[in-house]
T-cell receptor
């Protein structure tokens, strides 16, 4: 069974640009969450999607947005990139929304570097 | 605000030692407790999860939960150099998969 697939793996952008990251969950998983990981702040929750609806959102500015498609694939978008957006962006999927015995499984992440 | 506290380490132990990793959490509504291992430059990898009070064993790993104290532990028996990683313990509330991560505990197992 294929795991969570994130594309691209690496990305270099400049300040002010925008970027779109993609996540394909494990087959049959309907819940997708996004996290940002930086050396200083650790892993921080961005947002969570289930059935094409955003169910939960972390404390990030409106420049960070996302969506989920009917096949459960998800994208996140960051507009007007800042140097501080350089991070590893991780996507995680699970079969349903917050079931206590269904943990999230992470993809390999997209490493975004802002010049 | 949900918080998770861990001893950030680094924790260094000799190969074969028993390792104890601990977390405290603030949200009394937390129902599930996951342990993830993250190797440097890699994404978090699920080790095990537990969603009730008590113990759960899986191979060399044993997880313990004490909800009254809001305290969770992970024990690693016969530690190996391949166990060298950062360990994360996000609790999960009901109806949401918003994981709250602490800084993690960095473990080094010395051959």
């Amino acid at each position: 069974k294929a795991g969570v697939t994130q594309t691209p793996r690496y990305l270099i952008k400049t300040r002010g640009q925008q970027v779109t990251l993609s996540c394909s969950p494990i087959s049959g998983h309907r819940s997708v969450s996004w996290y940002q990981q930086t050396p200083g702040q650790g892993l921080q929750f961005l947002f969570e999607y289930f059935s094409e609806t955003q169910r939960n959102k972390g404390n990030f500015p409106g420049r960070f947005s996302g969506r989920q498609f009917s096949n459960s694939r998800s994208e996140m978008n960051v507009s007007t990139l800042e140097l501080g957006d350089s991070a590893l962006y991780l996507c995680a999927s699970s079969p349903s929304l917050g079931a206590p015995n269904q943990p999230q499984h992470f993809g390999d992440g997209t490493r975004l570097s802002i010049l | 605000q949900k918080e998770v506290e861990q001893n950030s380490g680094p924790l260094s132990v000799p190969e074969g030692a028993i390792v104890s990793l601990n977390c405290t959490y603030s949200d009394r509504g937390s129902q599930s407790f996951f342990w993830y291992r993250q190797y440097s430059g890699k994404s978090p990898e699920l080790i095990m999860f537990i969603y009730s009070n008590g113990d759960k064993e899986d191979g060399r790993f044993t997880a313990q939960v004490d909800k009254s104290s809001k305290y969770i532990s992970l024990f690693i028996r016969d530690s190996q150099p391949s166990d060298s990683a950062t360990y994360l313990c996000p609790p999960v509330g009901a109806g949401s998969y918003q994981l709250t991560f602490g800084k993690g505990t960095k473990l080094s197992v010395i051959p």
